[in-house]
């Protein structure tokens, strides 16, 4: 896999357009055993794939089976507001309301950079790694600029735990974080988060995200099971078909509507974003997940095992 377009922050990026199923529900190891670690894995086999360039602040998962993490495990050391909008980038943020209000993050494996994602208008905050001084301040020309998903510059880190400290009263708002071994190398955006709807991202985030190389698009489970308004999902499908027809983006549809029938009409439009891209391959839906009752209590999250089979359904349709 050859990723030459640049995202929107110069990175050659495939990008995961996701829920919580794309986050890892129901895999008490996500990195191993989630349709899209899996994916992950085998393109760090194949194309040393070395770096994640978006991951939420919403790090882990719950359910019957506990808390599980991905990439990180964050701890409020003070607390910490969540915030829920579709005009953050990966539509989730902590935010502080108090100078001197810190989180902990304690990485799952090591990495020799990290970035910090926050939102416009965010106060200052510093950055801290590996007990030591702290190696970067953002200052307002990051933060204030006024531009969406901002990112702070490289943070060379010197151990497996961050901290981030807010610097003023003003408050501090974090989207995400990025965790590199090699800054120019090929990156991983994973925008997935528990409960995202299609029609709950902003126009803006969606042209952000779509401005991509390569993308994984697996929303539509909670548009369809949840009241949406079926005109503002086709709108949106509409804006994604235009911005990765524009950006030339080779795109792969999961369609994870279980037991649903194709004349749904989220899964009629799903269908339709992967006729109407040029470079779409759309992943033949695997009804044995929903066949087999490979899924949790909700019927929403495949076990391991379903897991298991979305990622061999995408790994061939993606040719890894």
Same mark, same amino acid.
């Given at each position: 896999?050859?990723?030459?377009?640049?995202?929107?922050?110069?990175?050659?990026?495939?990008?995961?357009? #996701? *829920? =919580?199923? !794309?986050?890892?529900?129901?895999? /008490?190891?996500?990195? $191993?055993?989630? &349709?899209?670690?899996?994916?992950?894995?085998?393109?760090?086999?194949?194309?040393?794939?070395?770096?994640?360039?978006?991951?939420?602040?919403?790090?882990?998962?719950?359910?019957?089976?506990?808390?599980?993490?991905?990439?990180?495990?964050?701890?409020?050391?003070?607390?910490?507001?969540?915030?829920?909008?579709?005009?953050?980038?990966?539509?989730?943020?902590?935010?502080?309301?108090?100078? #001197? *209000? =810190?989180? !902990?993050?304690?990485?799952?494996? /090591?990495?020799?950079? $990290?970035?910090? &994602?926050?939102?416009?208008?965010?106060?200052?905050?510093?950055?801290?790694?590996?007990?030591?001084?702290?190696?970067?301040?953002?200052?307002?020309?990051?933060?204030?600029?006024?531009?969406?998903?901002?990112?702070?510059?490289?943070?060379?880190?010197?151990?497996?735990?961050?901290?981030?400290?807010?610097?003023?009263?003003?408050?501090?708002?974090?989207?995400?974080?990025?965790?590199?071994?090699?800054?120019?190398?090929?990156?991983?955006?994973?925008?997935?988060?528990?409960?995202?709807?299609?029609?709950?991202?902003?126009?803006?985030?969606?042209?952000?995200?779509?401005?991509?190389?390569?993308?994984?698009?697996?929303?539509?489970?909670?548009?369809?099971?949840?009241?949406?308004?079926?005109?503002?999902?086709?709108?949106?499908?509409?804006?994604?078909?235009?911005?990765?027809?524009?950006?030339?983006?080779?795109?792969?549809?999961?369609?994870?509507?279980?037991?649903?029938?194709?004349?749904?009409?989220?899964?009629?439009?799903?269908?339709?974003?992967?006729?109407?891209?040029?470079?779409?391959?759309?992943?033949?839906?695997?009804?044995?997940?929903?066949?087999?009752?490979?899924?949790?209590?909700?019927?929403?999250?495949?076990?391991?095992?379903?897991?298991?089979?979305?990622?061999?359904?995408?790994?061939?349709?993606?040719?890894?």
């Amino acid at each position: 896999m050859n990723l030459t377009s640049r995202d929107h922050f110069n990175n050659r990026a495939i990008a995961v357009f #996701g *829920d =919580s199923i !794309t986050h890892g529900a129901n895999c /008490p190891d996500i990195p $191993a055993q989630s &349709y899209i670690g899996v994916v992950k894995r085998k393109l760090m086999q194949n194309y040393g794939l070395k770096n994640y360039g978006y991951a939420s602040m919403e790090s882990s998962m719950w359910n019957s089976g506990g808390r599980y993490d991905e990439l990180h495990q964050i701890t409020q050391n003070t607390p910490w507001q969540e915030l829920r909008d579709g005009k953050l980038l990966g539509t989730f943020a902590l935010q502080s309301q108090q100078k #001197g *209000d =810190s989180l !902990t993050i304690a990485l799952r494996e /090591p990495y020799a950079y $990290a970035y910090v &994602y926050a939102a416009p208008g965010s106060g200052d905050f510093s950055v801290s790694n590996g007990g030591k001084t702290p190696v970067t301040a953002v200052t307002p020309s990051f933060a204030k600029e006024g531009k969406k998903g901002l990112r702070s510059e490289p943070i060379k880190l010197g151990g497996s735990a961050i901290t981030i400290t807010a610097l003023t009263d003003e408050p501090v708002t974090l989207c995400g974080m990025g965790y590199y071994n090699d800054l120019d190398g090929h990156v991983l955006n994973n925008y997935a988060n528990n409960g995202l709807r299609l029609v709950g991202i902003s126009d803006e985030i969606l042209e952000i995200m779509a401005k991509v190389d390569t993308a994984i698009f697996s929303l539509g489970y909670n548009d369809s099971h949840f009241p949406t308004d079926t005109a503002e999902f086709t709108r949106k499908i509409d804006l994604l078909i235009a911005a990765f027809n524009r950006h030339g983006t080779k795109l792969y549809v999961n369609d994870l509507c279980w037991n649903l029938p194709e004349s749904d009409h989220f899964r009629s439009e799903i269908k339709r974003l992967a006729q109407s891209v040029s470079h779409a391959v759309r992943v033949p839906q695997v009804t044995e997940i929903a066949e087999r009752e490979l899924l949790d209590g909700v019927g929403a999250h495949p076990n391991v095992e379903g897991h298991g089979l979305q990622a061999a359904a995408l790994i061939a349709a993606m040719e890894l």
